[in-house]
């Protein structure tokens, strides 16, 4: 199977304050592999259709961003299998970055992590149906 050329992803910018500990991060936990990897101003990774800019400090995402703008409550979303087996995968793993606890809707189950920049991720399993 080929990649999907740029213009077929999802892009998402994070910005972070350490592209290597955000590429680290994305690459060795949630399965994301590097397409580019500029550090330390900025890398490109995928996973799947989701292509996630990770801008340092120094990249032009970061400097064309206002200093007064408050973060919302925004985030990516990485659907998984076994939400249960994530969660012990990852803190095995040393991740201790959970925000929230495992939250059940009529869609599904999820919890909230955040990256080394503290950016939201969601890990999310889609109820059976």
Known sequence: MTAPAPEQL???RYLVDD???AVGFYTEHLGFTVRLD???AFADVVRGPLRLLLSGPASSGARATPADLA???NR???IVADLDAEITRLRAAGVSSF???VVA???GRQILLTD???NLVELFQPAHA
Request: aromatic share 0%; charged share 5%.
């Open 116 to 118: 080394p920049a503290g």
């Open 38 to 40: 500029a550090a330390p």
């Open 105 to 107: 809707g009529p869609g």
């Open 10 to 12: 999802a892009g998402v």
């Open 71 to 73: 973060a919302g409550h």
């Open 76 to 78: 990516i979303h990485l």
């Open 99 to 101: 925000v929230s606890e």
């Open 19 to 21: 592209v290597a500990a």
